[in-house]
Structures are given as structure tokens and as C-alpha cells.
């Protein structure tokens, strides 16, 4: 099943300790992002990657870093969380667009 | 920068009767994208708009784009309660930009 996969689903941490949520694709789509989604603010986007060892920065990619060493995956890292990322976050890929973006299940990240 | 802009925003409308929503962007694009998103959960792709003039209908649902006038519509007929949820419009590229949600609710 053609699908892009998040991992946790949920997650409470404390502020500081080091995170990643991983993000991976079964669809060899070249462009994958990253979106935050917050009561009021809508979604935004963090990072965004056009193909493998290429990333940008997007709306809101202030505490974050993302890597893409190979087409499937694109984690997003979180160095040291501070309450202010808590949040429901989102990957995404597309075959750059013309078929539209795919998105993973979510994950809900409470930072405490 | 680009901007999307939806509205309205809450919509509350009874079962049976028609409504549209209404995207409008700031920069041309011929690219619009509609989606759903049910509480809690993640989104769920609805139509792909990829010229001018497009038309996509499935179901209770019908989508246009209108490139030069930088508006997008999402039309519901005869809504039924199922329907209910938030959606969203998107425009790329070159990254994707939402508007804010439309919250519709359809009552019995």
C-alpha cells in the first residue's frame, strides 16, 4: 500500500532531551515536507526536501533540522523541544506536485 | 509571499441544502489542492486542480479553479452529515502554502 509512515503516533517529553520523529515513503517520491499544525495558526511548514541531500527551510523552521540521506525517509529533529513545539506535526511527499501530497497519520509531540 | 485565504471559516448548514467555499490565493499558480480533515486525524487528499478551468466532482463534492481570477470553489450539494469536517485548501508551488481551514458542520 502506497503510504508515507510517521513514527510515534504520540509522544510526551520534557523539554531538552533530544527527539526525532521519523518519516518514511514507499512511493519513490522526490519531494517530502514537514507541516506543523497548531489551534489557530493552521498548518505551516517546517522544512521541505526537492530530492535526496537537498533541504530548505520553510515557514517556521526555527528549533528544528531535518536530513535526507535517502529518497524514503526525512526525519525531523528536535535538538533541545521547548513547550513551544508542542504541536501536531505532519509529513508529506509528492512526486513534485502533480499528483498531489501525500500525508503521514501524524504525530502528536507534548513538550512538558 | 503567498497567501491562501479561505472562507468562511465556520460554516454550520443543514442537511440537504447546498453550500460552497470559497479559496482565494495571492500569486499566480495553476496548482490548487483540496483537502479533508477529520478531528484528529491526518489529511485526506480530495482534488487536484492543475489548469485553468478545472473541474473535479466526486460525489456530494465539486471543485474549480479559476487561475486568473486566483479563486478556487468547493461546492456541496444536498450535504449529508458525513460530510462534516475541516477543509483545507493549498496552492504551490513553490512550497505549499494552506489556508486556514473551513469548520463545516452539517446537521440532521
Known amino acids: 500500500e502506497a503510504q508515507v509512515t510517521q513514527n510515534p503516533r504520540y509522544l510526551i517529553t520534557v523539554t531538552g532531551k533530544k527527539l526525532t520523529v521519523t518519516c518514511s515513503q514507499n512511493?519513490?517520491?522526490?519531494?517530502m515536507s514537514w507541516y506543523r499544525q497548531d489551534p489557530g495558526l493552521g498548518l505551516r511548514q517546517i522544512y521541505y526536501s526537492m530530492n535526496v541531500e537537498v533541504t530548505d527551510k520553510g515557514d517556521v523552521p526555527e528549533g528544528y533540522k531535518v536530513s535526507r540521506k535517502e529518497k524514503r525517509n526525512f526525519p525531523l529533529i528536535l535538538e533541545s523541544p521547548s513547550p513551544n513545539q508542542t504541536s501536531l506535526y505532519f509529513c508529506?511527499?509528492?512526486?513534485?506536485?502533480?499528483?498531489?501530497?501525500?500525508f503521514g497519520s501524524g504525530t502528536r509531540l507534548t513538550v512538558v | 509571499e503567498l497567501k491562501v485565504e479561505q472562507n468562511p471559516l465556520f460554516l454550520s448548514m443543514q442537511e440537504g441544502k447546498n453550500y460552497t467555499i470559497y479559496c482565494n490565493y495571492s500569486t499566480t499558480s495553476d496548482r490548487l489542492y483540496w483537502y479533508r480533515q477529520d478531528p484528529g486525524k491526518s489529511l485526506e487528499s480530495l482534488f487536484v486542480?492543475?489548469?485553468?478551468?478545472a473541474v473535479k466532482q466526486e460525489g456530494r463534492l465539486m471543485a474549480s479553479l479559476d487561475t486568473k481570477a486566483r479563486l478556487s470553489t468547493l461546492h456541496i450539494t444536498a450535504a449529508v452529515h458525513d460530510l462534516s469536517a475541516t477543509y483545507f485548501c493549498?496552492?504551490?508551488?513553490?512550497?505549499?502554502?494552506f489556508g486556514q481551514g473551513t469548520r463545516l458542520t452539517i446537521n440532521p
Open positions: 493549498a496552492v504551490d508551488p513553490p512550497k505549499l502554502v
Open positions: 512511493m519513490n517520491h522526490e519531494y
Open positions: 486542480l492543475l489548469s485553468n478551468g
Open positions: 508529506a511527499s509528492s512526486p513534485q506536485g502533480a499528483d498531489g501530497y501525500t
